[in-house]
């Protein structure tokens, strides 16, 4: 790769060798627009090269059409973690579209929420002779499915954020799942003599405890897997994050730990 | 703005003003970066002609910047949505780095997300008496819960898109207002019969179906008013999605849907 301005700057008898990038960045036409993008950025080139299986120049992607590729997938990346529909609501014009076209886009996800919350409620049921015995389970449903729920997007983030770029989830996933036990170690570690001191009942704060360190574990592997598993189904690995995963771990966590509270409090 | 490819592509006797853009992308020194490369893109130009208040030429930002730029507020979004800690955290980096420096990006979140946590625990307490007499009434709290957080995300998503590119919070706000009410009533029209049918209660089907439209409606209000916030402190306004908005929601929500159910239920 040359560019006309490093050309134009060299001097009357430097050979092209010379002036030329002689690693420039290349791309096989089967590439995925962002990994591309990357590859040009990480060479410091303003454009990319095609090449074919035998190394054969195809063609060069301009550096307008790189950065409107990376725009277009940002905002396809927020507008799927935020649970709107499809590509349809790059979030740019959702800001400013009409209300019926909006409605629209966000619906669909919301009534697939409404769905799972009502699934919620039929578990949280299912252990309700627990819950008569001992009212004081039902103060801790909230904070276990909110922490189990922030340990998984934050694994979520870095997935999602690694296959985009090429880095595979088997790569990350050891470390990601030592990370997720110590995280949930520390919390349970943290949350018991807390929950001793404020509530005093230590059955509750066992139960707690124990069932912070297995949805946080638990919400490391979900949140590696989902993604994975639409990567691999060919869509956007960031359709397994966003709305549906906060879903299905939401229900993991209510089942761990009402299952765990039940085990110890009987 | 005129690019060497054109001006060696034109005719030899055409003049510059025949090949220059007329109304290239400007930009002034302070514009903030990710604003600049959305107006380099609108135009469909490589690079961006920075000038001062006089219309006098400062400078250029060649594209590869320009692409630098996006990716690096791309990957601050995504980490800062996902609860990780600041700008060192850009989760490519992140999702090859080794565990203790992973750990540290994403341990002060969680402790934050442990006192709110352990505060909606509170919350709950708060109205014990209820959950004694109706345990029926604690199986809605995660499912209440989860649909506000659900719809607040999708305002935030909107808010923070739109504020990255000069969008303003006060041109969606109306609108965005009208579509969290219509969002909470649909919510609460379909919930009401259902719960009504799936647990035969009506009194905690109301009770539900209020809690939905107002929690969904406030959901809408608390995003845009939390990035709002965070831009007017000069800070960036995904700060105020992601983890913080996802536990002041949750705050709330268990207070809108226990005390609408304690008048209600009694």
């Known amino acids: 790769l ?12 430097a050979t092209v060798a ?3 990038d002689p690693d420039p960045p290349v791309v096989a036409p089967g590439t995925h627009q962002e990994r591309a993008a990357w590859a040009a950025l990480h060479h410091g080139e303003p454009g990319l090269a095609v090449v074919d299986d035998d190394g054969r120049f195809v063609g060069l992607i301009p550096p307008q059409r790189l950065m409107t590729v990376l725009l277009t997938e940002h905002d396809q990346d927020l507008a799927r973690l935020g649970g709107f529909l499809g590509t349809a609501s790059a979030a740019r014009q959702a800001s400013t579209e009409r209300l019926r076209k909006r409605l629209w886009h966000r619906i669909p996800w919301l009534l697939v929420g409404l769905a799972g919350a009502m699934l919620s409620a039929g578990l949280v049921g299912a ?12 103060f801790f449903v909230p904070a276990v499915v909110y922490l189990a729920d922030a340990v998984g997007t934050q694994t979520e983030t870095l997935v999602v954020r690694g296959l985009s770029v090429g880095v595979p989830v088997g790569r990350v996933a050891v470390r990601e799942l030592v990370s997720g036990l110590a995280i949930g170690s520390l919390l349970a570690l943290i ?3 807390l929950t001793v001191w404020l509530w005093g009942d230590a059955d509750v704060a066992l139960a707690v405890g124990l069932a912070l360190f297995a949805a946080c ?7 590696m ?6 990567s691999r189904l060919g869509a956007d690995p960031v359709y397994g994050s966003g709305p549906l995963a906060t879903v299905v771990q939401d229900l993991l966590s209510i089942v761990i730990y009402l299952s765990t509270a039940t085990l110890i409090v009987g």
Do not use: G, H
């Open 217 to 223: 574990s638990i919400a490391t592997l979900v949140a």
């Open 225 to 230: 897997v989902l993604p994975w598993v639409f």
């Open 191 to 193: 949350s018991f003599p």
């Open 2 to 13: 040359v560019t006309i301005e490093r050309l134009l700057a060299a001097d009357r008898d």
């Open 127 to 138: 252990f309700e002779d627990a819950l008569e015995r001992q009212v004081l389970l039902a």
């Open 18 to 20: 010379a002036v030329m």
